[in-house]
């Protein structure tokens, strides 16, 4: 079983490469539009995103790679 289990997984190679580069920083927005959805009430959603990264270097081969990210969601209702 072992063997068999072996054999199988000898034929799933994984190569990766990594890039030269890290996105410092990165934003995002999104906007829906006024929707009714279920209920009587129409609201807008906007959303606002952004993410930063930071790199350590620990020698000329490691790099330890850490950040935030934060988004803030705007609900705007709209009555009749």
Known sequence: ???????????????????NYVDIARY???NNPVNGYD?????KIEELGFQSSFS???NEKT??????TAYIILYRF???
Do not use: D
């Open 1 to 19: 079983m072992k063997t068999a289990l072996a054999i199988f997984l000898g034929f799933f190679t994984f190569t990766s490469n990594g890039q």
């Open 28 to 30: 995002s927005y999104g």
């Open 39 to 43: 209920s009587s009430e129409k609201r």
């Open 56 to 58: 350590i270097l620990l």
């Open 63 to 68: 790099v330890i790679l850490t950040g935030f």
């Open 78 to 80: 709209h009555f009749k």
